[in-house]
């Protein structure tokens, strides 16, 4: 089954205490992204990755890091999380072929809860 | 800079009957997408449908359909025959296909919560 997950999908951790949220994607596909939900604000992109290796910040990248070691793989590194970072996050990948973006599918989401 | 604006926070329609949803957005661009994601009580995110910018025919999906109106900007959903099942917070999105701004990166409006009652 074509699809992209996630793990964790639920998190209680404390501040400052390193974690790694996986996303993982079957489809071979050349676009990966990353998104917080909060209420009210829709899902903003955090980072974005083009093709293996290749990486950039969306629009609220402070406090996160990314990679893309492999074309399958895109996980979502917090070295040291704020309360300011509880949110719902999604996983998104897109066949991304030549640059152009058509319409991606999301993992299932994990719930982040910083203390 | 572009924006998505959802201006119906809540809504509620009787099982079997027809509600719409608004959106509009700002863009300079021409060549674009626009979706309608689902995002029931699970927070599962689902395409309901896609609308190219390029296409003048409106995209149905079964009891889904849109009303794309680009000289206005303006993407509303229709849900016809709502089902319980319809119950979710709706998503518009948009994405740009080209040009500096192709960081792949879906624009999303606030959402609207769209509760289907009995």
């Known amino acids: 089954e074509a699809q992209v997950t996630q793990n964790p999908r639920y998190l209680i951790t404390v501040t400052g205490k390193k974690l790694t949220v996986t996303c993982s994607q079957n489809?071979?596909?050349?676009?990966m992204s990353w998104y917080r939900q909060d209420p009210g604000l829709g899902l903003r992109q955090i980072y974005y990755s083009m093709n293996v290796e290749v990486t950039d910040k969306g629009d609220v990248p402070e406090g996160y890091k990314v990679s893309r070691k492999e074309k399958r793989n895109f996980p979502l590194i917090l070295e040291s999380p704020s309360p300011n970072q509880t949110s719902l996050y999604f996983c998104a990948s897109s066949p991304g072929l030549a640059g152009v973006q058509e319409t991606q599918y999301f993992g299932p989401g994990t719930r982040l809860l910083v203390l | 800079a572009q924006t998505v604006t959802q201006s119906q926070p809540e809504m509620s329609v009787q099982e079997a009957e027809t509600v719409t949803l608004s959106c509009t957005y700002d863009?300079?661009?021409?060549?674009?997408?626009l979706f309608w994601y689902k995002q029931p009580p699970s927070r599962q995110m689902i395409l309901v449908i896609r609308?190219?910018?390029?296409?003048?025919q409106n995209a149905t999906e079964n009891r889904f359909s849109v009303n794309f109106q680009k000289a206005a900007k303006s993407f509303s959903l229709k849900i016809s025959d709502s089902q319980l099942g319809d119950t979710a917070m709706y998503f518009c999105?948009?994405?740009?296909?080209?040009?500096?701004?192709?960081?792949?990166?879906?624009?999303f409006g606030q959402g609207t919560t769209l509760q289907v009652k009995p």
């Open positions: 609308q190219e910018a390029y296409k003048q």
């Open positions: 999105a948009f994405i740009s296909l080209y040009g500096s701004s192709n960081t792949g990166k879906l624009i």
């Open positions: 863009t300079s661009e021409s060549n674009y997408y």
């Open positions: 489809m071979n596909h050349e676009y």
